[in-house]
Each structure stands twice: as structure tokens, then as C-alpha cells.
T-cell receptor, first 113, second 114 residues
Framework: QKEVEQDPGPLSVPEGAIVSLNCTYS??????FMWYRQYSRKGPELLMY????GNKEDGRFTAQVDKSSKYISLFIRDSQPSDSATYLC?????????????FGTGTRLLVSP | DVKVTQSSRYLVKRTGEKVFLECVQD?????MFWYRQDPGLGLRLIYF???????EKGDIPEGYSVSREKKERFSLILESASTNQTSMYLC?????????????FGPGTRLLVL
């Protein structure tokens, strides 16, 4: 079993839809949760990060962590064609010193005009 | 803005060739990383370095080596390229901020080994 599971998609939605992207994980020691966005033929870029459980909002994006269920989500409101990309979740234990990031395989999102 | 650059966007090499992938970051970051990204497998850590001349194996170091002679530069070396090393290679750097480590990625190098 992989430490982090993510549905590869593709997830196809019309412009303006609310998008929900999810990851599950098995390691209860994970404390920091991140979402990266990767456009085609580019490197991933950090979108948001959250610590422990709860929600964090940034514009049209909301990251949600449920540690009791080992489940994290990224919501995109009013989705735009420019949101079409692969979204990778990543997480770490957050101890001092070097923290290895464990990535999901990514979900490909397609937003059609 | 943090900038991580990789020497090549695309490379085609033959089996058995020695391959050098170069990565440079301009933000004085302590940590640097090499990943490979394959469909269905996601990002897998090959090697990382937390200081000049220091290196640590990641999850899949076999067939690779690294060099970090200067803080801003981290090189990945394929001693004898094989077809199963055809992949997207991503370099990243990070500066630990408190206990959150944000990794910044380069644009990637697509390597094809024939």
C-alpha cells in the first residue's frame, strides 16, 4: 500500500464548477500537508500548505485536512480553464531538521470553457 | 522569486553513456533534491543534499550519483544510462522556515535513453 493515495483522474469539469481534489494517507505522523500544481511540461509549484487539521483559504482555493480520517482535500471555486493542470498532494512529518516530502501521484484536472 | 534552473529541458542519450544533469538555485537554499517523475508512480526522491559536499540517498538511488561542490549547484550523474532511466527529472531546493519546508522546483529535464 502506498503511503499517499491520489486518484489520477482525469477529472473533467465545465468552467465555473466547484472542484474537489483529494488524497488519503496511511502515516498518522504526517503533520504538514501541501498542494502543488503542475502545468504540462513544467515543474510543480507550491499552491498551499496547512498544518495539522483544519481549513485554509486562499482566494478561490481552500485546503482542508481531516487527520482523524487521514484525508485531505483541495477545493477550487469558480474553476477556470487556466486551472487545468495536475495537482499533487504532498506531506511531511514536520520534525526539526530535514523532512522528507511524500507525494501523491497527482490528479489531472481539465476545465473546459 | 526563487529560481531553480536546470541545464536542459530535453536530452536524448544512448544506453551506456554517462549523463550529467545540472541544477542551479539562486536563493542561497541549504537543501537541494533530485526527483524523477513517472506516470502512475509520482515523484520519487533519488538523492538530496543538505549542505555543500553532503549527500544522502533517497528512495531510489541505484544507478545514480550526485555532486554538490557549491551551495547553489547540485548535479545528478547517471554513470551508465539505461533505458529504464528514461524519465522526467526534477530538481528542487528548499530553505527550512520554522518547521515548514517549502520545496521549489525547476522546470524539469525530460531524458530519453535509447
Amino acid at each position: 500500500q502506498k503511503e499517499v493515495e491520489q486518484d489520477p483522474g482525469p477529472l473533467s469539469v465545465p468552467e465555473g464548477a466547484i472542484v474537489s481534489l483529494n488524497c488519503t494517507y496511511s502515516n498518522s505522523a504526517f503533520q504538514y500537508f501541501m498542494w502543488y500544481r503542475q502545468y504540462s511540461r513544467k515543474g510543480p509549484e507550491l499552491l498551499m500548505y496547512t498544518y495539522s487539521s483544519g481549513n485554509k483559504e486562499d482566494g478561490r482555493f481552500t485546503a482542508q485536512v481531516d487527520k482523524s480520517s487521514k484525508y485531505i482535500s483541495l477545493f477550487i471555486r469558480d474553476s477556470q480553464p487556466s486551472d487545468s493542470a495536475t495537482y499533487l498532494c504532498a506531506m511531511s512529518q514536520g520534525n526539526t531538521g530535514f523532512q522528507k516530502l511524500v507525494f501523491g501521484t497527482g490528479t489531472r484536472l481539465l476545465v473546459s470553457p | 522569486d526563487v529560481k531553480v534552473t536546470q541545464s536542459s529541458r530535453y536530452l536524448v542519450k544512448r544506453t551506456g553513456e554517462k549523463v550529467f544533469l545540472e541544477c542551479v538555485q539562486d536563493m542561497d537554499h541549504e537543501n537541494m533534491f533530485w526527483y524523477r517523475q513517472d506516470p502512475g508512480l509520482g515523484l520519487r526522491l533519488i538523492y538530496f543534499s543538505y549542505d555543500v559536499k553532503m549527500k544522502e540517498k533517497g528512495d531510489i538511488p541505484e544507478g545514480y550519483s550526485v555532486s554538490r561542490e557549491k551551495k547553489e549547484r547540485f548535479s545528478l550523474i547517471l554513470e551508465s544510462a539505461s533505458t529504464n532511466q528514461t524519465s522526467m527529472y526534477l530538481c528542487a531546493s528548499s530553505l527550512v522556515s520554522g518547521v515548514v519546508e517549502t520545496q521549489y522546483f525547476g522546470p524539469g529535464t525530460r531524458l530519453l535513453v535509447l
